[in-house]
């Protein structure tokens, strides 16, 4: 069993700051792949961030230049550093990761319940 456990989440102002954490917990071997999307009403779950474990790191579009993700492989953790937010990145936000449960084994892909992110204007 793998757990995905995501905080951080809350109502900022427009032009401020949060920080989102997301730790992984369980049977796990390593971790390939970690990742942020977020989700509104109505709306498929988009991709914000991704991070592979060599530190490969790709962007949505409208988060480039304000959000920065990072990970701690040691912990099983991936970070989203959010600054400059805007009210259209109100969202719940999901932390994924893609988790191996040996050398020879995938495990499989697993979310967290969300975060909620409010950014008023």
């Known amino acids: 069993q793998v757990q995905v456990v995501e905080s951080g989440g809350g109502l900022v102002q427009a032009g401020g700051s949060l920080r989102l954490s997301c730790a992984a917990s369980?049977?796990?071997?390593?971790?390939?792949?970690m990742g942020w999307y977020r989700q509104v009403p109505g709306k498929e779950r988009e991709l914000v961030a991704s991070?592979?474990?060599?530190?490969?790191?790709n962007y949505a579009d409208s988060v480039k230049g304000r959000f920065t993700i990072s990970r701690d492989n040691a912990k099983n953790t991936v970070y989203l550093q959010m600054n400059s937010l805007k009210p259209e990145d109100t969202a719940v936000y999901y932390c994924?990761?893609?988790?191996?449960?040996?050398?020879?084994?995938?495990?499989?892909?697993?979310w967290g319940q969300g975060t909620q992110v409010t950014v008023s204007s």
């Open positions: 994924n990761a893609n988790v191996r449960a040996s050398a020879w084994e995938y495990a499989g892909d697993y």
């Open positions: 369980g049977s796990i071997f390593s971790i390939n792949d």
């Open positions: 991070i592979t474990r060599v530190g490969i790191i």
